[in-house]
């Protein structure tokens, strides 16, 4: 168990909705991190914060957004979802960032599916 | 922005000793490579981390030679538990940089 926990561990949705994904850190980290993994592509980083902040951005859609609170719980939003952002959405976190952000715990994922 | 690959996969028995390459051709000075092992169905999980030279910690060791240009992670004495993808990550020296995963090596450890 690495302290990362995410919510929902699956979502099933249709085409064109909307989706949250929500990620809680471990304890006292403060930077998070976003990952898609896809059978075609890998994992994608797609973006990081740090305390609140956007801090460095990936292959990001514009359909996705994402947001660090002051608790530092972090959402993926995930708009006019198109069959091909079906994948695993992994949140990360690791305690600062630069050479720490190396070393980063992975949730164990949330599996969305668009039909 | 670096384009990292990687084998795709490998084969080993129990035992020997396994190293996988990652090649990072355009890797910046910034940058700091990581290593990460992934179960099916699980998040990627920490293994090592390096800049340059070699480093080693109780489970492998990582060897990037002075180009920075590769990076070649050593597993010895593999169990049948170490069968998983293993994946290089490039970036975060700065903590501004986006982060480049290499394209996997599903490593399959045979009795």
């Known amino acids: 168990d690495s302290g990362v926990t995410q919510t929902p561990k699956h979502l099933i949705t ?7 994904l929500r990620c809680s850190p471990r304890s006292g980290d403060l930077s998070v991190y976003w990952y898609q993994q896809s059978l075609d592509q890998g994992l994608q980083f797609l973006i990081q914060y740090y305390n609140g902040e956007e801090r460095a951005k990936g292959n990001i859609l514009e359909r996705f957004s994402a947001q660090q609170f002051p608790d530092l719980h972090s959402e993926l939003n995930l708009s006019s ?34 039909t | 922005l670096a384009k ?29 490579i990581t290593w990460y092992q992934q179960f099916p169905s699980q998040g990627p999980r920490f293994i090592i981390q390096g800049y ?60």
């Open chain 1, 14 to 20: 249709a085409t064109g909705q909307r989706v949250t």
């Open chain 1, 81 to 114: 979802l198109e069959l091909g952002d079906s994948a695993l959405y992994f949140c990360a976190s690791s305690p600062g960032v630069g050479t720490t952000s190396g070393e980063q715990y992975f949730g164990p994922g949330t599996r969305l599916t668009v």
């Open chain 2, 4 to 32: 990292t690959t990687q084998p795709i996969s490998m084969d080993s028995y129990e035992g020997q000793e396994v190293n996988i390459t990652c090649s990072h051709n355009n890797i910046a000075t910034n940058d700091y």
């Open chain 2, 52 to 111: 340059k030279t070699k480093v080693t910690n109780e489970v492998a060791s990582l060897f990037i030679p002075a180009d920075r240009k590769s990076s070649t992670l050593s597993l010895p004495r593999v169990s049948l538990s170490d069968t998983a993808v293993y994946y290089c990550l490039v970036g975060g020296g700065t903590g501004f940089q986006k982060l480049v995963f290499g394209t996997g090596t599903r490593l399959l450890v045979s009795p």
